[in-house]
């Protein structure tokens, strides 16, 4: 019998196995990720503190390390209903076509208006303000899909919703800026002048394309400066990737109830949420010794924290007005070049998957942009998804690792996350197709002029 007979393409998950709990991989690691720092005092953050800048809840959980599980409030899953479970594919055809004896599964989390993952933790962060009795959040947007789930989270709980917009992506998405207004949130180009930061770096940097690092600033400072706001953030923290536990807690369920075990677990890190929520009940796995995967993260080699990085504490943000966490690194000055498509430019990365990194329990890969677009191109036509340019990342070493398991001829069993659709990144695509697309890697004198100018705090986490 072919394995074809045994495993369907989609594995549709019924709904009482979408997760009742989120997974906190922090409680199952025996050393955890150094803690947030205030720049000032240089301790470690106090809820006190970060709830100036934070709603209450989320602050909690920012900073629990202990309990494993963390309920999901019924309000937040009746949301999740609408979307969720997110299917697991089999690639049949691109294995076919690659001819390779691996099997490979992708989680596709682009089935939602947002078209990407980030509506799993903007959901919650938007459920949490409404909670505490809050007007509206402040929030930066890169390449615009945090943008649009968070717009999308608060117009459903009746919130205010300010959206700072990375400059280049605010021209070269129109239609992403648009769908954001069409959820009723206020999309402003990052710099801007309604801060003080954003007056800053348009008088210190005219004509500047901006940063995440700067729309951060931006937004926490607004944040900060008006009644009743609180700031959010798409990736990075904690929280954040407790909420995307979700991708990986329906993965492990999807996998277990066909009697599949991963070898290979890929996934495409920018800030590291989508990573860190796919990988992080099957690291739990690892870290209880009842199993071992080769996870994989892959970075653009264009803004490549984990691997050339350096690990260390600096800023989140251009501004320097956030806590200072341990991180890989580029240093918050690295501005990636404009000619790199969207997302994954953050110069930093969440501390857990820094920390899983360091640790050993996680590889990281940096591949390049055109060599990104052929394998999104080979990936649209063959599965028929159009993905987008970040989630391409994994496609790629997806399909390099099924092409090494057919040298090998091992049957692995390789499982990525699809993060979501590419609609919104056709100038991309267009740039691809007329093969005017380019490939701009940092040099080391570019790496070492930016991580040189991290402070050196003198702390020992
Ligand atoms: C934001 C985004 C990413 C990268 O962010 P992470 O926090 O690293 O997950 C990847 N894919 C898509 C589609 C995104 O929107």
């Not at 599980?69 to 089999?90: D, G, H, Q």
């Not at 999104?376 to 997806?398: T, W, Y």
Request: glycine share 8%; net charge neutral; charged share 20%.
């Amino acid at each position: 019998m072919s394995d074809k007979t045994q495993i369907p393409y989609k594995i549709y998950l019924a709904e009482e196995e979408m997760p009742a709990a989120w997974y906190n991989v922090r409680a199952d690691m025996k050393k955890k990720p150094a803690p947030l720092l205030n720049p000032g005092t240089l301790k470690p953050c106090t809820a006190e503190e970060l709830e100036h800048v934070f709603c209450k809840e989320l602050v909690a959980q920012e900073l629990n390390d202990k309990d494993p599980y963390i309920e999901i409030p019924e309000e937040i899953r009746n949301f999740y209903k609408m979307y969720r479970p997110s299917p697991l594919v089999r690639a049949y055809c691109l294995e076919k076509q690659l001819d390779t004896p691996a099997h490979i599964y992708y989680k596709f989390e682009g089935n939602n208006t947002s078209g990407s993952h980030k509506l799993n933790s903007a959901i919650a962060q938007a459920y949490y303000a409404k909670k505490q009795g809050l007007k509206g959040i402040t929030t930066e947007t890169g390449a615009g899909q945090w943008g649009t789930a968070l717009s999308m989270a608060c117009s459903y709980f009746g919130l205010d919703c300010i959206v700072y917009m990375v400059k280049c992506s605010y021209e070269q998405k129109p239609f992403r800026r648009e769908v954001i207004r069409t959820y009723g949130a206020k999309a402003i180009p990052s710099p801007s002048m309604e801060t003080n930061i954003g007056r800053k770096m348009n008088e210190e940097f005219p004509g500047t394309t901006g940063s995440l690092g700067c729309a951060i600033s931006e937004a926490v400072e607004h944040a900060t400066t008006h009644e009743g706001y609180r700031y959010v953030l798409g990736s990075v923290l904690n929280q954040v990737l407790l909420h995307q536990s979700v991708i990986g807690l329906e993965t492990q369920t999807a996998l277990k109830k066909y009697g599949i075990k991963a070898d290979m677990i890929i996934g495409c890190a920018g800030g590291g949420s989508n990573l860190g929520g796919l990988i992080s009940p099957f690291v739990g796995e690892m870290l209880r010794n009842e199993a071992k995967y080769q996870i994989i993260a892959v970075e653009p080699a264009s803004c490549p924290s984990l691997t050339r990085g350096v690990y260390t504490y600096d800023f989140c943000d251009t501004g320097k007005v956030c806590p200072i966490q341990k991180m890989y690194t580029l240093g918050s000055s690295f501005m990636p070049s404009p000619n790199h498509a969207g997302g994954l430019r953050y110069h930093g990365m969440s501390c857990i998957v820094s920390e899983l990194y360091n640790q050993g329990l996680i590889q990281a890969r940096a591949v390049e942009q055109t060599e990104v677009f052929k394998a999104a191109e080979q990936f649209a036509r063959i599965e028929g998804i159009l993905p987008a340019p970040e989630s391409s990342h994994a496609i790629k070493v997806a399909i390099d690792e099924a092409l090494k398991c057919k040298q090998t001829g091992e049957s692995k069993n390789i499982v990525f996350g699809l993060t979501g659709t590419g609609y919104f990144d056709m100038k991309a695509y267009e740039a691809f197709n007329d093969g005017k697309m380019s490939d701009y890697i940092p040099t080391d004198a570019d790496i070492k002029k930016s991580t040189d100018a991290i402070p050196k705090f003198n702390v020992n986490f």
